[in-house]
């Protein structure tokens, strides 16, 4: 594992390293010096050898923020603030998380807007719904606690168009018909020319 405060396109630029050769199937590292009320960035390989053989895992998008002592309040987000991308037409859900502070929180969108379709829940802090529409959006978040304390993120999401669907250029009627005389190459001798023609028109 490997990770560092700001974010790197190549995981090995991250400033702090730390390896196990436990052979587990669930990972548990401990990580010490972190600073309080930090974001950090990290990547993880796992790598599993057998018989000269080896299989390798990556991920290397995922990050975590330290509680802060007192009355500070932050808000956990994506690296660059971006967001898991969507899609027209698929339901989506991307809980938010706040850190510090006092619950209960109270979340809302301060500027900007959500795609369409989509919502953020005030209490539970889930960004959810269907989207309607493609594009960039970008939109800043606000969580306050009990005692009034305030954290703000700016987010972004991508939602993308739905899958282009392939389709015959024949009208569906067309399209049946023709199927079926050229799956059946037989009927082409004995259906006399014309009433294919008709079939067709």
Same mark, same amino acid.
């Given at each position: 594992?490997?990770?560092?405060?700001?974010? *790197?396109?190549?995981?090995?630029?991250?400033? *702090?390293?730390?390896?196990?050769?436990?052979?587990?199937?669930? *990972?548990? +590292?401990? +990580?010490? =010096?972190?600073?309080?009320? @930090?974001?950090?960035?990290?990547?993880?390989?796992?790598?599993?050898?057998?018989?000269?053989?080896? $299989?390798?895992?990556?991920?290397?998008?995922?990050?975590?923020?330290?509680?802060?002592? &007192?009355?500070?309040?932050?808000?956990?987000?994506?690296?660059? !603030?971006?967001?898991?991308?969507?899609?027209?037409?698929?339901?989506?859900? *991307?809980?938010?998380?706040?850190? !510090? &502070? @006092?619950? /209960?929180? @109270?979340?809302?969108?301060?500027? =900007?807007? +959500?795609?369409?379709?989509?919502? $953020?829940?005030?209490?539970?802090?889930?960004?959810? !719904?269907? %989207?309607?529409?493609?594009?960039?959006?970008?939109?800043?978040?606000?969580?306050?606690?009990?005692? !009034?304390?305030? /954290?703000?993120?700016? $987010?972004?999401?991508?939602? #993308?168009?739905?899958?282009?669907?392939? #389709?015959?250029?024949?009208?569906?009627?067309?399209?049946?018909?023709?199927?079926? $005389?050229?799956?059946? %190459?037989?009927? +082409?001798?004995?259906? %006399? =020319?014309?009433?294919? #023609?008709?079939?067709?028109?």
């Amino acid at each position: 594992m490997s990770y560092d405060t700001v974010w *790197h396109d190549n995981p090995a630029d991250h400033a *702090h390293d730390i390896e196990s050769d436990s052979l587990v199937l669930i *990972h548990s +590292l401990n +990580l010490s =010096g972190l600073s309080s009320g @930090t974001s950090y960035y990290f990547a993880v390989k796992s790598v599993f050898t057998d018989n000269g053989n080896s $299989l390798t895992a990556v991920e290397d998008n995922c990050f975590f923020t330290t509680l802060t002592p &007192g009355t500070n309040i932050t808000i956990s987000s994506p690296p660059n !603030g971006k967001l898991p991308s969507g899609e027209i037409g698929v339901a989506y859900s *991307h809980a938010m998380a706040a850190f !510090g &502070g @006092t619950p /209960a929180y @109270t979340w809302w969108v301060l500027s =900007g807007a +959500l795609p369409s379709g989509f919502s $953020l829940g005030a209490s539970a802090g889930v960004i959810s !719904g269907t %989207p309607t529409e493609a594009g960039m959006f970008r939109f800043t978040v606000q969580v306050k606690d009990k005692a !009034g304390a305030t /954290a703000t993120e700016v $987010l972004r999401i991508k939602i #993308s168009a739905e899958p282009d669907v392939c #389709s015959d250029s024949l009208p569906n009627s067309e399209a049946s018909v023709w199927q079926v $005389l050229t799956q059946v %190459p037989e009927l +082409l001798v004995s259906i %006399p =020319g014309s009433l294919i #023609s008709g079939l067709l028109t």
